[in-house]
């Protein structure tokens, strides 16, 4: 199988690349600009295989992309090039637009011009699949799921970023047959996300005695799920999910975000002592604006068509989240004495 990875840098992106070369074995064209949220150092375990080629490029730029499939000559694409962090959608989002939107357009273009050209053999094996959230669905009401069938509600200009890209691969299924598939995922954790998220940014800021900032009330609820779940759910939908269909993926771990933060916290107490309970530390901060309540995937379609099914249960997932940042200072540390500013959350500055 040759694949083309877009956003294979980031988080979700490099752990599906290690999961495709390292247990796979396919070819991997791995297509990232190189943002501030990408990490080469995620690469370091595939960086030398000979069936993973890394390709600089912004999937904005269509003669690049026209240029990657003739090389490459995939059988698939895997989606998942984006700008990410809500909080910076509501800072700036013209980034946001152009990635997301603008380029998911060139990327089906080219995707398109590649596979009409195909023989019709190669037409119908070929895949795109597109990488997105559960966030463009908006917010539920308490004990409510989405489903594949929920109406999109998109409300932080990240999710509505999400949303019109979605609409697009969906469009160029019908419109030009195009065999496009998308999936709607939940949060992701787990090793090698940026330390601007959730769960990495309470680890760390744990660890180091420092306030441990909670949006609001801290009763928002997010469906979490450990990125090695999603990656294995990814590989099961572009090689058995049906074209013009759209798959929700979650871990049925609808959990409170106050309730994440203090499981860190004991994780983090019985890992690494301290004289001091890390829970001590919480704080409230103002809610973000728009900050959706509720997030609950109901996974009943991807878990009975395609057998698929969570399997790190979220106390577990965490114990080892926790015990990965312990043991890989090397990679966040830069990342964490530098990088990242301009979030909302002024505690995310280094002091
Ligand atoms: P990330 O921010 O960690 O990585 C995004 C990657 O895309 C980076 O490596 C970046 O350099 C690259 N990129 C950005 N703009 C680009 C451009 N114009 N051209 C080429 N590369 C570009 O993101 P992530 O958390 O790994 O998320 C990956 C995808 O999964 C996104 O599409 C996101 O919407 C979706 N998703 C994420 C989550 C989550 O919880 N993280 C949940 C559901 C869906």
Redesign the pocket.
Known sequence: MKIII????????SALVRHLVRDRNWHVAN?????Y??NVESLKSVSREPSHRFFP????DAAAMDAIFSDVEPDAVIH??????VDRSINGSAEFIK?NVV?THVLLEAARRYWSNLDDAARNRFRFLH????EVFGTLPPGNFFTESTAYDPRSPYSAS?AASDHLANAWYSTYGLPTITTN????YGPYQ?PE?LIPLIILNALEGKPLPIYGDGRQVRDWLYVDDHVKALTRVVEHGRVGETYNIGGRAPIENVTVVRHICEALDALCPSPRPRRDLIVHVEDRPGHDRRYAIDPTKIESELGWRAEQSFAAGITTTVQWYLDNEWWWRPLRDGVYSGSRLGLLTPE
């Open positions: 877009t956003g294979g840098a980031g988080f979700i992106g297509v990232d600009k190189l943002t949220a990408a490029a912004d999937i904005c998942l090039a984006a700008e990410t962090h990635t380029g990488v997105s959230t559960d999400k995922c939940s949060n992701n940026f998220k």
